[in-house]
């Protein structure tokens, strides 16, 4: 869903009209005057890149796959949290999944069931060339509601999956913040037609990730969410108003539903803060070792 979000996305509206990167069409300029380039204010942010994806990393811990969420890329959400598990010694890997064409550096807005494949496919590699009996998976978002997603439809995915860490997944369907009410006004026949118009403009994923989603759907018919073997928490924070808790969580045997208030009750941490908040990447530090040693000091993280 959305990581960074609808802030990120802004955000990148933002750099495209302020550093002129994106000319729309004029009396003056036409479609060919068109740049779809990563806007140079986001790739000269502190905020901005990952690291490389290098195979030859060893490490006594399983690799560990970083999914990033809705209109975000590998460089951003996921990738100061990658630096941080690099430094304490893990081997991590990302992709930018589900990106169009054009632009090329906004994904997660494709067909979540392409998307899934193509997951699918980077975590096999990741396995097959570190040689690792097993890789954990961190997802944001969206990226939270794939690293379930994935196990559950891509064939031998999940027994080669030890811990998945999911930051705030819309497992039940995200409401946008209350805005996918007014798509049932009309009852089926609106809620038919508003997915229709958002594929129209590029994003299955936006609709696929709503009430009566393809893919929430899929979650609500399925036996059981998560497969055997799979190690899940689930990373929520109650002061998350797009995806709220009972959004998020997976009431199933062995799945570690955690609120982030539980251990730092001062910590308002939004939906797109998630990704960068101390107090949660202490949560995802003890998911992947199972533990519940203080790493980090709590913080207040970003409020939206």
Not at 44 to 63: E, H, M
């Amino acid at each position: 869903m959305i990581t960074i979000g609808i802030q990120l996305f802004s955000a990148f509206l933002a750099a495209w009209s302020i550093g002129s990167v994106l000319a729309l069409p004029s009396q003056s300029r036409d479609a060919r005057d068109l740049s779809f380039d990563i806007p140079s204010a986001l790739i000269s942010s502190n905020l901005y890149g990952a690291p490389k994806n290098d195979f030859s990393c060893k490490s006594s811990r399983n690799p560990v796959v970083m999914l990033h969420g809705l209109s975000a890329n590998r460089e951003v959400d996921l990738n100061l949290l990658q630096y941080e598990l690099n430094g304490r010694g893990y081997c991590t890997f990302s992709i930018t999944y589900g990106a169009h064409a054009i632009p090329s550096w906004i994904g997660g807005l494709a067909d979540m069931t392409k998307s899934s494949k193509q997951i699918a496919d980077f975590v096999r590699e990741v396995q097959q060339k570190t040689g690792a009996p097993k890789v954990d998976i961190v997802g944001h978002s969206e990226g939270a509601v794939q690293s379930v997603y994935v196990p559950l439809t891509q064939d031998g995915i999940s027994d080669i999956i030890e811990h998945i860490v999911a930051l705030s997944p819309a497992i039940h369907g995200a409401t946008y913040f209350g805005f996918t009410d007014l798509w049932y006004i009309g009852g089926d026949v609106t809620r038919t037609l508003v997915g229709k118009l958002i594929d129209l403009i590029g994003c299955p994923a936006c609709e696929q990730l709503a009430p009566d989603g393809m893919v929430t759907n899929q979650f609500a018919g399925a036996e059981k969410i998560v497969q055997d073997g799979n190690k899940v928490t689930v990373i929520m924070s109650k002061s998350d108003t797009l995806v709220p808790v009972e959004v998020s969580t997976i009431d199933e045997p062995g799945v570690k539903n955690v609120l982030v208030q539980t251990t730092c009750p001062d910590d308002e941490v939004g939906h797109a803060g998630l990704a960068w908040d101390k107090s949660v990447w202490r949560l995802i530090v003890n998911a992947l070792e199972e533990t519940d040693d203080e790493v980090f000091p709590c913080e207040k993280g970003l409020p939206f």
